[in-house]
Nanobody, 121 residues
Framework: VQLQASGGGLVQAGGSLELSCAAS????????MGWFRRAPGKEREFVAR????????YIGDSVQGRFTISRDRAKNTVYLQMSSLRPEDTAVYYC???????????????WGQGTLVTVSS
């Protein structure tokens, strides 16, 4: 499975941005799609995940109330809607595919190439 992330860019603080990630092949109902991010000089951080089958979501503490995750099963695509962006949200954002409801990068088998989000103050 190949994951292609897109939608990153430069945005002012307080603004919004939507990332998308398309999978090259079918995603199964038992799978989980997630978003992680890596800020300069920091470890990769969990952002959000969605159960592909039921659509249940889990949002990381650092973005709770500002980011949402959704999926379009027909398009094999997952989205990350980001609002009230802050300079500390600046990072490379990665989409990922796994089979466990996890916040651990080791539980995700496939990774997109990453898309850069820069939030200016």
């Amino acid at each position: 499975v190949q994951l292609q992330a897109s939608g990153g860019g430069l945005v002012q603080a307080g603004g919004s941005l939507e990332l998308s990630c398309a999978a090259s092949s079918r995603i199964y109902s038992s799978d989980v799609m997630g978003w992680f991010r890596r800020a300069p000089g920091k470890e990769r951080e969990f952002v959000a995940r969605v159960d592909w089958g039921y659509g249940r979501t889990y949002i990381g503490d650092s973005v709770q109330g500002r980011f949402t995750i959704s999926r379009d099963r027909a398009k094999n695509t997952v989205y990350l809607q980001m609002s009230s962006l802050r300079p500390e949200d600046t990072a490379v954002y990665y989409c990922s595919l796994g089979s466990q409801r996890s916040t651990d990068t080791r539980d995700y088998r496939y990774w997109g190439q990453g898309t850069l989000v820069t939030v200016s103050s």
